[in-house]
């Protein structure tokens, strides 16, 4: 059985990333479940960055608890990593850069990868390649996968260019010929097919946003979002659509909401500042009643905070961000795969209820890879607006009409007595200005939040529960934690816990009919958060009259299994005591 993490660290600009992204595609090509978490330094050039990858035989949940395998191009790698890597697991390391002294803890194999690079290549910033010759050699990775790779990746540079990365490669396999190996890890080939991709979360999410249906984004630049823009900016104009780099997120959101007034679904993503300046717009949308979807792929903050690193930060910004009565649908995204389906179901609501949908995704999930099956575009069926018929057009068409379900027919620019004003006053149910009249506001009110009735039913349907249905020990858990969550139940159960998890993908209505099933006749909820304050507990502190027990951890990472599977033991044993268990911050 394969399952092994491999950690690749050194300076930003040594090829770290890029160096794992190689190592990722090479062993998802030789037939592995792959799944992978980067982080990088914010500086252009420079600061340390790492690359992670799992791989396995087997259905992966989380980035894994601890380090097989450290490549470290540089001594803060090594200081930084090590400590992650168990007894028996094995550390590589440019023995140019430093030295490590002897250990009977880790195996230790130290490669001149420099010398390597300038003396057999003449070229420093071959090393990383060479790394790659040496990780083929040693763990058995199929050499012609990184070969492959190699020539698809360079091949617009030249053949000149190619050859000299296939003999970097190569050079690196040599030195490892010379070499004993002390370690037991071989990956070799694995049983899955060439049919899966690899995606990262940034990228399912466009694909499925082009298959929802989106033909226009408008974005501006930002850690980590932009992907999506660049993802889309290659691919919507192949089908029609468009992308437009606006010059600031005021104006994307401005363009979002143009396009969808006329017709045309529309999206755009950006982080928490970006966000931030988009809310009076969301508004707009509000009391408007168009359609948009707004994509949040989070950050560690507040104001610049740290952009490259990961946080569910935003969640009281998407849910509380704007002034006055101001509902909104905001939903959050759990893995790669369902970044896909997520998206799509983020427009059908935003169409369907004629209401900005906020997604929340965030760094770890948006540069998250891993291998997931073809899209099925079956699965969700796409959602369009309701629209007028030619008997409401003819009879006086009312934009803003009250009906049963709270959802008026939207007209478009150009149908024949469809014409009607959408600005941000309050207005009748035709569009006129109505900002005066008291009992009209109230009626309109009721009216943007009675769609929430039927939105909170969707709501529990969109629940996931991994564990016991009814357990004693309880997780409730949102967005890019589930993995990890699920995996920690697992761990649990293994030993004997009864537990289960509960994660919504609605966060905004709350499913509360599902969680205040799925919370009955438990000992106690803890409710994990990559938040210092427990934003998700809050919100359901404001509906329960339950003592949740937060789980916090705000140091710009995700969480392990380990650390969930840590408090779910804590608790349990609080339980069998009496003892009351408490909140805790990782």
Same mark, same amino acid.
């Given at each position: 059985?394969?399952?092994?993490?491999?950690?690749?660290?050194?300076?930003?600009?040594?090829?770290?990333?890029?160096?794992?992204?190689?190592?990722?595609?090479?062993?998802?090509?030789?037939?592995?479940?792959?799944?992978?978490?980067?982080?990088?330094?914010?500086?252009?050039?420079?600061?340390?960055?790492?690359?992670?990858?799992?791989?396995?035989?087997?259905?992966?949940?989380?980035?894994?608890?601890?380090?097989?395998?450290?490549?470290?191009?540089?001594?803060?790698?090594?200081?930084?990593?090590?400590?992650?890597?168990?007894?028996?697991?094995?550390?590589?390391?440019?023995?140019?850069?430093?030295?490590?002294?002897?250990?009977?803890?880790?195996?230790?194999?130290?490669?001149?990868?420099?010398?390597?690079?300038?003396?057999?290549?003449?070229?420093?910033?071959?090393?990383?390649?060479?790394?790659?010759?040496?990780?083929?050699?040693?763990?058995?990775?199929?050499?012609?996968?990184?070969?492959?790779?190699?020539?698809?990746?360079?091949?617009?540079?030249?053949?000149?260019?190619?050859?000299?990365?296939?003999?970097?490669?190569?050079?690196?396999?040599?030195?490892?010929?010379?070499?004993?190996?002390?370690?037991?890890?071989?990956?070799?080939?694995?049983?899955?097919?060439?049919?899966?991709?690899?995606?990262?979360?940034?990228?399912?999410?466009?694909?499925?946003?082009?298959?929802?249906?989106?033909?226009?984004?408008?974005?501006?630049?930002?850690?980590?979002?932009?992907?999506?823009?660049?993802?889309?900016?290659?691919?919507?104009?192949?089908?029609?659509?468009?992308?437009?780099?606006?010059?600031?997120?005021?104006?994307?959101?401005?363009?979002?909401?143009?396009?969808?007034?006329?017709?045309?679904?529309?999206?755009?993503?950006?982080?928490?500042?970006?966000?931030?300046?988009?809310?009076?717009?969301?508004?707009?949308?509000?009391?408007?009643?168009?359609?948009?979807?707004?994509?949040?792929?989070?950050?560690?903050?507040?104001?610049?905070?740290?952009?490259?690193?990961?946080?569910?930060?935003?969640?009281?910004?998407?849910?509380?961000?704007?002034?006055?009565?101001?509902?909104?649908?905001?939903?959050?995204?759990?893995?790669?795969?369902?970044?896909?389906?997520?998206?799509?179901?983020?427009?059908?609501?935003?169409?369907?209820?004629?209401?900005?949908?906020?997604?929340?995704?965030?760094?770890?999930?948006? $540069?998250? +890879?891993?291998?997931? !099956?073809? =899209?099925?575009?079956?699965?969700?069926?796409? @959602? #369009?607006?309701? *629209?007028?018929?030619?008997?409401?057009?003819?009879?006086?068409?009312?934009?803003?009409?009250?009906?049963?379900?709270?959802?008026?027919?939207?007209?478009?620019?150009?149908?024949?007595?469809?014409?009607?004003?959408?600005?941000?006053?309050?207005?009748?149910?035709?569009?006129?200005?109505?900002?005066?009249?008291?009992?009209?506001?109230?009626?309109?009110?009721?009216?943007?939040?009675?769609?929430?009735?039927?939105?909170?039913?969707?709501?529990?349907?969109?629940?996931?529960?991994?564990?016991?249905?009814?357990?004693?020990?309880?997780?409730?858990?949102?967005?890019?934690?589930?993995?990890?969550?699920?995996?920690?139940?697992?761990?649990?159960?293994?030993?004997?816990?009864?537990?289960?998890?509960? $994660?919504? +993908?609605?966060?905004? !209505?709350? =499913?509360?009919?599902?969680?205040?099933?799925? @919370? #009955?006749?438990? *000992?106690?909820?803890?409710?994990?958060?990559?938040?210092?304050?427990?934003?998700?507990?809050?919100?359901?502190?404001?509906?329960?009259?339950?003592?949740?027990?937060?789980?916090?951890?705000?140091?710009?990472?995700?969480?392990?299994?380990?650390?969930?599977?840590?408090?779910?033991?804590?608790?349990?044993?609080?339980?069998?005591?009496?003892?009351?268990?408490?909140?805790?911050?990782?």
């Amino acid at each position: 059985m394969v399952d092994c993490v491999f950690r690749i660290g050194g300076e930003g600009g040594e090829g770290v990333i890029s160096t794992g992204e190689l190592m990722t595609i090479a062993l998802a090509r030789a037939g592995f479940e792959i799944y992978t978490f980067r982080t990088y330094p914010a500086e252009i050039k420079g600061g340390h960055a790492n690359y992670q990858v799992r791989v396995a035989d087997k259905l992966l949940l989380s980035q894994g608890d601890h380090v097989d395998v450290l490549m470290a191009f540089n001594e803060e790698a090594y200081q930084k990593h090590a400590k992650d890597v168990p007894k028996g697991g094995v550390i590589i390391y440019d023995s140019d850069s430093f030295s490590v002294p002897p250990s009977d803890h880790h195996i230790l194999y130290p490669i001149p990868l420099t010398s390597l690079a300038t003396e057999k290549i003449g070229i420093k910033l071959t090393k990383n390649i060479i790394s790659l010759g040496v990780l083929a050699a040693l763990f058995d990775v199929p050499f012609e996968k990184f070969a492959g790779l190699l020539k698809d990746r360079f091949k617009k540079k030249g053949d000149a260019v190619v050859q000299k990365n296939l003999q970097a490669l190569q050079v690196g396999v040599d030195y490892v010929k010379s070499m004993q190996k002390r370690d037991s890890i071989r990956i070799g080939s694995g049983p899955r097919t060439a049919k899966e991709l690899v995606l990262s979360g940034n990228e399912s999410l466009a694909l499925g946003a082009i298959a929802a249906g989106c033909r226009l984004y408008a974005g501006y630049p930002i850690t980590p979002a932009t992907d999506i823009m660049e993802f889309l900016a290659k691919e919507l104009p192949k089908i029609g659509g468009y992308v437009i780099q606006t010059e600031d997120e005021i104006s994307a959101i401005g363009c979002v909401l143009g396009a969808s007034f006329a017709g045309t679904k529309a999206m755009t993503a950006t982080s928490g500042p970006g966000f931030s300046l988009m809310t009076e717009m969301i508004g707009l949308a509000v009391v408007a009643e168009i359609p948009a979807v707004i994509v949040d792929v989070q950050r560690v903050g507040p104001s610049t905070g740290m952009p490259t690193k990961t946080e569910q930060g935003d969640l009281y910004l998407a849910v509380y961000g704007g002034h006055g009565n101001c509902p909104r649908i905001v939903m959050a995204l759990n893995n790669v795969e369902d970044c896909f389906y997520g998206i799509q179901r983020a427009f059908n609501l935003a169409e369907e209820f004629q209401m900005p949908v906020i997604v929340l995704s965030d760094q770890y999930l948006g $540069h998250r +890879k891993a291998t997931v !099956p073809p =899209p099925d575009l079956a699965k969700v069926p796409i @959602i #369009s607006r309701r *629209k007028p018929t030619p008997d409401e057009l003819q009879k006086g068409y009312r934009r803003y009409k009250s009906t049963p379900d709270f959802i008026s027919p939207m007209s478009m620019p150009g149908m024949e007595g469809g014409g009607y004003v959408a600005e941000g006053l309050e207005h009748d149910e035709v569009g006129y200005p109505a900002a005066s009249d008291h009992e009209n506001h109230l009626k309109l009110t009721q009216k943007r939040y009675g769609k929430f009735i039927e939105v909170e039913q969707v709501s529990n349907e969109m629940c996931r529960i991994h564990g016991d249905e009814h357990p004693e020990i309880a997780v409730i858990g949102w967005g890019s934690s589930e993995g990890v969550i699920r995996e920690a139940v697992q761990m649990a159960k293994e030993k004997g816990i009864s537990a289960g998890a509960l $994660h919504p +993908k609605i966060l905004y !209505p709350l =499913p509360l009919a599902r969680i205040r099933d799925f @919370i #009955s006749g438990t *000992k106690a909820v803890i409710i994990p958060e990559v938040n210092y304050t427990g934003q998700f507990a809050t919100l359901l502190r404001k509906r329960f009259a339950y003592d949740f027990i937060q789980l916090n951890k705000c140091v710009g990472l995700p969480f392990t299994p380990k650390e969930i599977l840590d408090k779910i033991e804590e608790v349990a044993a609080n339980v069998r005591t009496s003892r009351q268990p408490h909140a805790t911050r990782v």
